[in-house]
């Protein structure tokens, strides 16, 4: 029942920052822990970033540590991702995913511990 919609791609320079929002459709948006992760041509989807039911806890890819920030606002069942200093390496097709857990695991960062799925958005940094 729950269906998720990124928005906020686009393209930047590299340094630059970019936000991307995701909204969920599901009454039970607010029971969920929430990921986003990215994926390349070519390449497996990679895990960025997750953040628990609350808020409270969060838990990011190395690659990513320090410079993006994961959010979300259960008021408005969105959660979003700041990504700030952005390098070309982040280039990929952004993708928002939910988990029918509240908390975060050791599972978090792997693509099965997720049940739903957004379309994506397509992030491109240039050099």
């Known amino acids: 029942q729950v269906q998720l919609a990124e928005s906020g791609g686009g393209l930047v320079q590299a340094g630059g920052s970019l936000g991307l929002s995701c909204a969920a459709s599901?009454?039970?948006?607010?029971?969920?822990?929430m990921g986003w992760f990215r994926q390349a041509p070519g390449k497996e989807r990679e895990f960025v970033a997750a953040i628990s039911w609350s808020g409270s806890s969060t838990h990011y890819a190395n690659s990513v540590e320090g410079r993006f920030t994961i959010s979300r606002d259960n008021a408005k069942n969105t959660v979003y991702l700041q990504m700030n200093s952005l390098k070309p390496e982040d280039t990929a097709v952004y993708y928002c995913?939910?988990?029918?857990?509240?908390?975060?695991?050791?599972?978090?960062?792997?693509?099965?511990?997720?049940?739903?799925w957004g379309q994506g958005t397509q992030v491109t940094v240039s050099s």
């Open positions: 599901g009454p039970t948006f607010s029971d969920h822990a």
């Open positions: 995913a939910g988990t029918t857990e509240a908390y975060l695991t050791v599972a978090t960062p792997k693509v099965r511990a997720y049940d739903y």
